[in-house]
């Protein structure tokens, strides 16, 4: 071996060793795709992310988990860059986990060739489903801040530890009676707080900038206004954020409750004369002293709580009768309150009788003029059925959310007069050009280049009119990839209404267009240029017509003679046939003495080939019968009396074999009567026949109205029509699939005639039977597993 031979050897196996290290060490799923054997490996990933321990050796293992929405899109995207020669491949889809969830991926792959030619292929693909949930639910909770904070009508303030300034909105400065400061030295707030809260902040301040406080921050104070007499109430929360055990941001927001504090002494009163209100509506009352920790409860509450009436309970009902999972929710609800003064949570509570009930807790700490809490008053209002009819929402939300998702073609919702995108699906965003960050945007914002095309204004005349807008063809100018191009689009906007009857949104459903409308451009420019051919054109259409019809009628002819010479030579094969079987069983009774043991055994050969060969003529007339024009009225069919006749005929067989066979209810089939009793009596028999040695047989025949989408996957099968899908399951021999287009076909045999009888026609004659009924007939089976054959035939009525 040369030099150069072992050094190209021992870099070789380096590589090797170095990409097992790299698919080991990642936490990314590592492939290898072999383009010329067409297998696919996997490394352990696939079992670590995704829960797979075996799979296909083919690229089967993957094309069969890409879901069904991304699959002929990532298929013909990495199909194309190997035919094109391309080096670099990447895609975003869904794949199919173990336990039947999908999950978001980012794959990518690296194509090697030799000689010119793609040989292999090696990638990696990134489970990114958290990042993307992730950034959904940031942009979520960014979209309620601001519009909580803007309907509260709450301040936003930010303080920098390091520089002692604080920034803050217009909101927060009106609060603290500043105007015009956006950015002020934090010591110049401290004098805008009333001496007598003024060291408790800063104390509140301080710890707030500890690391080992948690960094949390949350008080109420009051503030002098710019004339030196006005006093506010403020309630301020926030939280630092520490780097290194240092603060370098200190963020939260303000909240005005002077009206708060000036009524809570009032709001006692008004408590108790609103008692007798709030019974009325159905919610009960409830008042704490604080001192004592007695309870003044309503029967409306005791019912609410324990779901009986009784006047002797104590306070501990709120903690006996909550359910277990939501003490901690009701403890940090009591613990917020001693902060805000302000009790407000929602809890089950479990009834003496054991079921279980929604209740909403209002309360409020009441304080005398010193600021020590004297009482704590509320109510509290059975919510059961308003939680449950928000399940039901966030269901019909969730299950709305998923249609458009799963969409077959782009689809987009648009919310508010704003056109704000909400739930836009792949097929959509790709339509676009654009990714998720569109979502939440006004639609002038996330498509720019839609503004001065007439699509926003057609928007806005639906959500103003309620009236849905369809259009063909339209054109649009999109920017793909950094290119603004044309595009043409079939397209609807369908407006969606609230309980109140006006629009609070619309739907986007879009179809490009685009091929179909250039190539009948292309088709309207070229007219002109194939005009002058269209007479020659004709005569040669003309000409190749007469020459199919004769092709066409020499067809049917040569079909008819061999139909005739099938029936016919059969009838004719019967007599001699008949002959031999007759002349053979003379001589067995009149000359057995005189034949010695292997005399015998030929005369007993011939008797078996000549039974055989009867049975293989009578199975050729039946056959050649289906191929004929006769019987071929169709007639509602009830196949279970079918079945049962045939059972009953075959009870002799049955009971040798000692099966056991299962008939559930089947629709009623559109058929020919004396062809499905063929059907149904072969796949019955041969269910019993081909049965395990030692083995009774097990047979279950069911049938049910077969799926749209199950039809409209089976390209034999008619679109517009009902089918019912028949099943004979059993437990026998089986068979291997890579056989199945033989055992339909004649005189194909899996088995020898030792082993099992018949004639190799059976299966094919249940074929003709089903094409004769515009039908379908497949099966499903593994050696030793038994099989199941599935039959699609039209359902009557």
């Not at 002692?164 to 950015?183: A, H, M, P, T």
């Not at 293989?616 to 079945?643: C, G, H, Q």
């Not at 049962?644 to 074999?657: A, H, T, V």
Request: hydrophobic share 35%; glycine share 6%; charged share 25%.
């Amino acid at each position: 071996m040369t030099n150069s031979k072992m050094h190209s050897d021992d870099h070789l196996r380096r590589d090797s060793e170095r990409f097992e290290l790299v698919a080991k060490a990642t936490h990314d799923i590592i492939w290898d795709w072999d383009l010329v054997s067409n297998t696919l490996w996997w490394n352990e990933g696939m079992q670590e992310l995704f829960g797979y321990t075996e799979l296909e050796p083919g690229p089967e293992s993957w094309y069969n988990r890409i879901h069904p929405a991304d699959k002929n899109r990532v298929i013909q995207h990495i199909h194309d860059i190997i035919d094109a020669g391309g080096s670099r491949w990447t895609d975003d889809y869904r794949f199919l986990r173990a336990d039947g969830t999908y999950a978001y991926v980012h794959d990518r792959g690296y194509t090697i060739h030799e000689n010119g030619s793609a040989v292999r292929m090696v990638g990696a693909m990134q489970d990114v489903t958290q990042e993307l949930q992730h950034q959904r639910a940031l942009e979520e909770s960014e979209q309620r801040l601001n519009f909580a904070l803007q309907s509260a009508q709450l301040g936003t303030w930010n303080l920098n530890p390091e520089t002692n300034l604080v920034e803050w909105d217009e909101r927060c400065r009106e609060l603290f009676g500043v105007r015009g400061q956006e950015s002020i030295a934090y010591d110049s707030i401290l004098k805008r707080i009333h001496p007598e809260d003024r060291f408790r902040v800063e104390q509140s301040v301080s710890q707030s900038l500890q690391k080992e406080l948690g960094g949390y921050y949350n008080i109420q104070f009051r503030t002098i206004g710019a004339d030196g007499v006005t006093l506010r109430w403020l309630h301020c929360k926030g939280q630092a954020y520490f780097k290194n055990d240092e603060a370098y941001r200190f963020s939260g927001i303000a909240q005005d409750i002077t009206d708060l504090i000036n009524n809570q002494e009032r709001a006692f009163y008004a408590d108790q004369q609103a008692t007798m209100t709030i019974e009325g509506t159905g919610a009960g009352s409830f008042l704490v002293d604080m001192a004592t920790n007695e309870i003044v409860y309503s029967a409306t509450l005791c019912k609410i709580i324990t779901g009986e009436v009784s006047d002797s309970l104590s306070r501990k009902i709120f903690v006996e009768h909550l359910h277990p999972d939501d003490i901690g929710l009701r403890n940090q609800a009591y613990k917020k309150a001693m902060e805000t003064g302000e009790l407000d949570y929602e809890a089950r509570f479990i009834w003496k009788d054991g079921s279980v009930h929604w209740a909403k807790a209002i309360g409020r700490y009441l304080y005398d003029k010193s600021g020590k809490v004297i009482s704590l008053s509320g109510i509290l209002v059975d919510i059961t059925e308003r939680v449950e009819a928000e399940q039901k929402v966030r269901e019909s939300e969730s299950h709305f959310r998923s249609l458009i998702e799963q969409a077959p073609v782009a689809t987009a919702l648009f919310v508010g007069p704003d056109m704000v995108v909400e739930i836009p699906n792949e097929p959509m965003l790709k339509m676009w050009g654009k990714n998720s960050s569109v979502i939440g945007k006004p639609l002038r914002e996330a498509v720019p280049e839609l503004v001065g095309q007439p699509f926003l204004d057609l928007l806005d005349k639906v959500y103003q009119s309620g009236i849905a807008y369809h259009a063909y063809g339209t054109e649009a100018q999109l920017m793909i990839n950094g290119e603004l191009q044309t595009m043409y689009f079939d397209f609807t906007y369908k407006p969606l209404l609230d309980e109140t009857g006006a629009v609070y949104a619309i739907i986007d459903m879009a179809v490009d267009v685009t091929p179909q409308i250039i190539a009948a451009q292309e088709l309207k420019a070229s007219e002109e240029r194939y005009r002058q051919l269209a007479d020659e054109l004709e005569a040669r259409v003309v000409q190749r017509t007469d020459e199919l019809k004769l092709a066409n009628q020499e067809l049917v002819n040569s079909n008819n003679n061999l139909q005739q010479f099938a029936y016919a030579a059969s009838h004719d094969m019967q007599e001699p046939l008949r002959k031999i079987q007759s002349f053979s069983s003379r001589l067995q009774s009149s000359y057995a003495k005189q034949l010695d043991e292997n005399g015998i055994y030929m005369l007993n050969r011939m008797q078996d080939a000549a039974h055989r060969m009867s049975l293989m003529i009578d199975d050729l007339l039946a056959y050649s019968r289906l191929s004929s024009n006769e019987n071929t009225e169709f007639l509602p069919v009830d196949l279970n009396k079918v079945i049962n006749q045939i059972i009953s005929d075959l009870e002799i067989g049955i009971e040798e074999q000692q099966a056991e066979i299962e008939v559930d209810k089947i629709p009623p089939i559109l058929g020919n009567p004396s062809q499905l009793v063929q059907l149904m009596q072969n796949l019955i028999s041969n269910a019993v026949k081909y049965k395990i040695p030692n083995q009774h047989p097990q047979i279950t025949i069911t049938g049910r109205i077969a799926e749209p989408d199950e039809i409209a996957g089976i390209p034999y099968l008619f679109k517009d029509i009902s089918y019912v899908a028949v099943s004979i399951a059993d437990n026998g021999i089986g068979f291997d699939e890579k056989h199945l287009d033989r055992i339909f076909q004649m005189f194909q045999r899996l088995h020898g005639k030792g082993e099992y009888s018949g004639s190799g026609i059976g299966l094919a004659l249940c074929k003709k039977v089903v094409q004769n009924h515009n039908g379908y007939i497949t099966a499903h089976s593994k050696p030793g597993k038994g099989a199941v054959f599935l039959i699609y035939l039209p359902m009557a009525g």
